[in-house]
């Protein structure tokens, strides 16, 4: 019970800021062109996301004409180009992560390029990408990777390196091996510093994700936001914005619940 009021409470404000839009919108305060009303944004979004075609049953089966709007077709594709990219940048970023924050060797041999590479953004990289992959997937993928990696790779460091040293004094006062002490003490304790950083990769990599679908593809959320900004469609605009602020919502909502499960552990967690 207490789960739905906090889930109840946490809608107040968003179902304000739409009551107070809506007046704005059909008191004719706001231009429509500008700023459409939520009702023309909620009725532009189920055009965005209803079948491109009417169902013929002689021609294909029943869910597959219901997974054949535009809207699902874009948000599949960026959908798409986020995990692929996420997962890349996460997997390059852990092993290196955990390498940097265990040896002092490796930490003195990458640190210095990886704190010339971190500030550049993954944006500036986009006409190399094109040059290197040219269009479509491959530069849009290859953007995410690079912007997800770094969140990832520096929490998993800082992680590492904040780990309390009396655990480790406790594990060789015990016999435990380098190995038993990586795996069982300096891994798990850095865990809750690795599930962050994927939280943030994972923001980083929608960001990105409309960004290059903007230049390097042809399909996709971001790809259809700038389709609808040539022809002044803010409805549509605003439509495609707020289905990937519901996906980012979704696949965080999640990551959240995936780290509360694994680290019941974690003394943050015990009050849950």
């Known amino acids: 019970m207490k789960r739905y009021r906090h889930a109840a409470s946490g809608l107040l404000v968003p179902l304000a800021v739409l009551a107070l839009?809506?007046?704005l919108a059909s008191r004719g305060w706001v231009n429509a062109t500008i700023l459409p009303s939520p009702t023309q944004v909620l009725v532009r979004w189920w055009a965005y996301l209803r079948p491109l075609e009417a169902f013929d049953p002689t021609q294909g089966s029943y869910l597959r004409w219901c997974f054949s709007g535009e809207l699902i077709q874009d948000a599949a594709g960026s959908l798409y180009r986020v995990l692929t990219g996420f997962l890349l940048g996460a997997g390059l970023a852990l092993p290196l992560g955990l390498a940097m924050g265990y040896s002092r060797l490796a930490y003195g041999l990458f640190n210095p390029l990886i704190q010339v590479l971190r500030p550049i953004p993954p944006i500036a990289?986009?006409?190399?990408?094109?040059?290197?992959?040219?269009?479509?997937?491959?530069?849009?993928?290859f953007l995410i990777t690079i912007g997800a990696f770094f969140p990832v790779l520096?929490?998993?460091?800082?992680?590492?390196?904040?780990?309390?040293?009396?655990?480790?004094?406790?594990?060789?006062?015990?016999?435990?091996?380098?190995?038993t002490q990586f795996t069982r003490i300096i891994l798990p304790a850095a865990t809750p510093y690795i599930f962050t950083g994927a939280r943030i990769g994972m923001g980083t990599a929608f960001i990105v994700v409309i960004v290059s679908e903007m230049i390097a593809v042809n399909n996709g959320l971001g790809y259809r936001i700038l389709e609808a900004r040539e022809y002044l469609w803010s409805d549509k605009i605003i439509a495609g914005m707020f289905t990937i602020g519901l996906l980012g919502l979704g696949i965080d909502t999640v990551m959240s619940r995936l780290s509360s499960y694994l680290l019941k552990w974690h003394r943050g967690l015990e009050q849950g």
């Open 21 to 23: 839009w809506q007046l």
């Open 125 to 141: 990289f986009i006409p190399l990408s094109i040059l290197w992959f040219g269009l479509g997937n491959p530069p849009a993928i």
């Open 154 to 179: 520096m929490n998993t460091v800082t992680g590492v390196q904040t780990v309390d040293s009396i655990y480790l004094r406790v594990g060789r006062n015990l016999g435990a091996s380098r190995w």
